[in-house]
């Protein structure tokens, strides 16, 4: 057995003793994998619980919240979470009973649209008009439905999931009322064939009504539809040998542009929310 040097008092700097680890035996514990997602780091100042995620959708209150949570209602990220205490990060995906939620306050912002904007979220497509309500909220809204780029009239925006289904959902949506101009005067027997439904590609095309404006020319009508695109209303009168020069959304459900000017937006008042909620 070799001796200690008790000559060599020498040292270069200072170490401190490591910790030896016990050895691995076979009746070592074993950590075992859980099928719960893991809660994130609390030092993550951009996380929020997920009962307060929750409650500030809109769904419930946090006590609720956690009770949902508790029995698999909730899950984060494709993942059912039962944690209690869990925390999200606001950009997760995280699902109440099924449907996403969003833990922003809910914003609501009627545009009336110009001339030159493409109705688009995506970059890189020129104007859109998302520029046009940029300084409107902080809030991620988007807009329901679409109109072209040279169409005009009101685009509603909103993050509220719930009301993006009912708008968008062709037998129980909202009506939208257009100010459309053809090229020519439409015949009353092609008023009729649109107002009574027809086959278009093997499907049924229908509206919920259309007639003359009164007092303006034949190329002048009123057009009611659920759908909240415009390519079917193109279609429509494409099916026809129209070409439509302006298209204009005035209403929307029990909203109307009155008192607002082409280019301008504002935030829907309590009441008109109330309204459409009602729908």
């Known amino acids: 057995m070799a001796k200690p040097n008790h000559h060599s008092d020498k040292r270069v700097g200072k170490s401190k003793p490591s910790k030896l680890k016990a050895p691995e035996t076979k009746y070592s514990k074993k950590k075992t994998a859980s099928s719960k997602p893991k809660s994130k780091a609390s ?19 946090r006590r609720e919240a956690d009770m949902h949570i508790s029995i698999g209602s ?10 209690m205490g869990y925390k999200v990060l606001i950009d997760d995906e995280v699902r109440f009973d099924g449907a996403r939620i969003n833990p922003e306050k809910k914003a609501y912002v009627l545009l009336n649209k110009p001339k030159g904007f493409a109705t688009t979220t ?23 439905g679409r109109l072209g ?48 439904g027809f086959k278009y590609e093997g499907k049924l095309v229908s509206v ?33 040998n129209y070409e ?21 937006w504002k935030h829907l008042s ?6 459409l909620m009602m729908l």
């Open 74 to 83: 909730v899950m984060v990220n494709g993942k059912v979470v039962t944690e």
């Open 149 to 196: 780029r040279n169409s005009l009239g009101l685009i509603l925006f909103t993050n509220d999931e719930q009301m993006h289904a009912k708008f968008t959902n062709s037998k129980h949506g909202v009506v939208r009322l257009f100010h459309m101009e053809l090229d020519k005067p439409l015949k009353f027997e092609h008023l009729k064939s649109i107002q009574d």
């Open 244 to 264: 439509i020069t302006k298209m204009d959304c005035v209403t929307i459900g029990p909203l109307s542009k009155k008192d607002l000017p082409r280019g301008h």
């Open 122 to 144: 995506s970059e890189g497509k020129g104007r859109t008009v998302m520029d046009l309500v940029a300084n409107a909220t902080a809030a991620k809204i988007r807009p329901i």
């Open 208 to 240: 919920e009504a259309i007639s003359f404006i009164d007092g303006a020319p034949k190329n002048e009508i009123g057009l009611q539809i659920k759908n909240t695109g415009n390519t079917i209303i193109r279609k429509i009168f494409d099916h026809f």
């Open 43 to 61: 030092s993550n100042s951009d996380e929020i619980r997920l009962n307060k995620y929750i409650a500030n959708s809109g769904m419930c209150s």
């Open 270 to 275: 309590d009441q008109e929310i109330s309204n």
